[in-house]
């Protein structure tokens, strides 16, 4: 099982930032997670919300960021006011440079507009990580998506799964008399059908029998977010590939490796 930053160290560190992502790299991390959004000027930046708000208290959105107020806008915010650096949002590219000896890197798309949106997008993102293909895994809630990216990828793919979306797809729920259960072979065979390797699975979903289901099927596994260092060794014991947390120098404290 590999230990996985989540947007860096968010639990440790400044999330989606070059800083944080130092801070994991100094750690021994070899594996991380992040998230992508792209301006209207194109450019892919590392943000997990559609605007500024919650990370640098701007109003700015995502779409308005330019060189510029990439610059100017710090992502420490409130909350990590005491940390030592300016964090401005970072671009892919910037990113990347910096983890060029991560083994395994999940870059997770965020929900997209429209067609026109998700092929604008791809069309700057495959350029970006060609080379790549051993070490990225292109995750995704969104299913148009993954479909259009199956047409023109050599990379791996994941479908990411949450309570919400479980509870409005009633083909992942059996009913049975006394209580509803999930349906883990619709589940698994949705993201067979959408071409993925890779389920990311919200903690809260994930089961040994749900486990059971994803290895029959061949799929590889990463369960986010886990912050609880015996959920971390139950969940390993049950054989995810990738264990997502906000908190990995607690992880390593508990005996989990990279």
């Keep these: 099982m590999r230990l996985i930053g989540h947007r860096g160290a968010r639990g440790e560190a400044p999330e989606n930032t070059l800083g944080g992502f130092e801070y994991i790299k100094n750690l021994g991390l070899l594996a991380v997670e992040f998230d992508i959004r792209q301006t209207l000027n194109g450019d892919l930046v590392v943000i997990h919300d559609n605007n500024l708000t919650r990370t640098a208290q ?113 083909a992942f729920l059996l009913q049975q008399t006394t209580r509803t259960s999930l349906n883990y072979d619709a589940i698994v065979g949705y993201a067979q059908q959408l071409k993925c390797t890779q389920l990311g699975l919200q903690d809260g979903l994930c089961t040994q029998e749900f486990m059971l289901a994803v290895k029959k099927a061949q799929l590889s596994c990463s369960v986010w ?34």
Excluded: C
């Design 58 to 170: 701007s109003r700015l959105n995502v779409e308005e960021l330019t060189h510029t107020t990439r610059h100017q806008v710090d992502q420490r915010g409130m909350q990590w006011q005491h940390w030592p650096r300016f964090e401005k949002t970072p671009l892919l590219t910037e990113t990347l440079e910096l983890l060029s000896h991560f083994t395994h890197i999940e870059i997770e798309v965020k929900p997209l507009a429209d067609s026109a949106a998700i092929q604008r997008l791809i069309d700057t993102l495959l350029p970006i990580l060609d080379g790549l293909q051993n070490r990225v895994v292109i995750t995704s809630f969104d299913a148009q998506f993954l479909a259009a990216l199956q047409h023109q990828n050599q990379f791996k793919t994941g479908l990411l799964i949450e309570f919400e979306q479980i509870m409005l797809n009633p």
């Design 225 to 258: 977010t886990v912050n609880n260092t015996e959920r971390a060794l139950l969940l390993k014991h049950w054989g995810i590939d990738g264990l997502i947390t906000d908190y990995p120098a607690q992880m390593l404290a508990a005996g989990l490796t990279v």
